[in-house]
């Protein structure tokens, strides 16, 4: 293992969206046992910082791995088309629109049923951004496709944070 490896190599994956998240866990799983400083404290304090180093970057790279959304921005960026979220905003008129839209229900929402609902309508939306993602890195090959929906994705799980927020209230 070499700790530069991206995360696919260090887990021995092919550079994919789709991914099984069981086999993912159970390689997770390996990789700790192998790196896990405990399995290192006969060998000294270099090599169990070593093998910490080792935890954090498996952690790391499995944090990634096994969401969807970090996923599919880690593959944009090993494609060379970074997200930019924080400086560049831009996004179609119409998902500006459809997320203005949103935003008023939630303000003007009275009871949790309503909010449920349209949590609903966002989770819909959110599995079709999830399998156009599929389609461009698996299908298409075209990962500068798949950008615009990884951005849009990163806007509905915002907006699903607050429509939980709001949930809460009610509870």
């Known amino acids: 293992m070499n700790l530069q490896d991206d995360d696919f190599t260090l887990f021995g994956l092919k550079p994919t969206f789709a991914q099984d998240r ?4 159970a390689r997770w799983k390996d990789l700790q046992r192998e790196a896990h400083p405990d399995k290192f404290a006969s060998h000294g304090a270099a090599a169990q910082r070593v093998a910490m180093q080792w ?5 790391e790279a499995y944090q990634r791995l096994k969401d969807p959304l970090h996923r599919a921005a880690y593959l944009c960026e090993l494609a060379g088309f970074p997200i930019n979220a924080h400086s560049n905003t831009a996004m179609p008129a119409q998902f500006l629109l459809q997320q203005m839209e949103w935003r008023e229900a939630l303000d003007d929402a009275a009871d949790a049923p309503s909010i449920e609902r349209l949590m609903a309508e966002v989770q819909a939306a959110r599995k079709d951004l999830l399998q156009h993602c599929a389609l461009c890195f698996d299908e298409k090959n075209n990962v500068a496709a798949a ?7 990163m806007f509905l799980d915002k907006f699903a944070q607050d429509i939980h927020a709001r949930l809460d209230r009610f509870d």
Do not use: K, M
């Open 55 to 59: 935890s954090v970057r498996i952690n």
């Open 147 to 153: 950008v615009g929906s990884v951005r849009a994705l």
């Open 22 to 25: 069981a086999a993912l866990d």
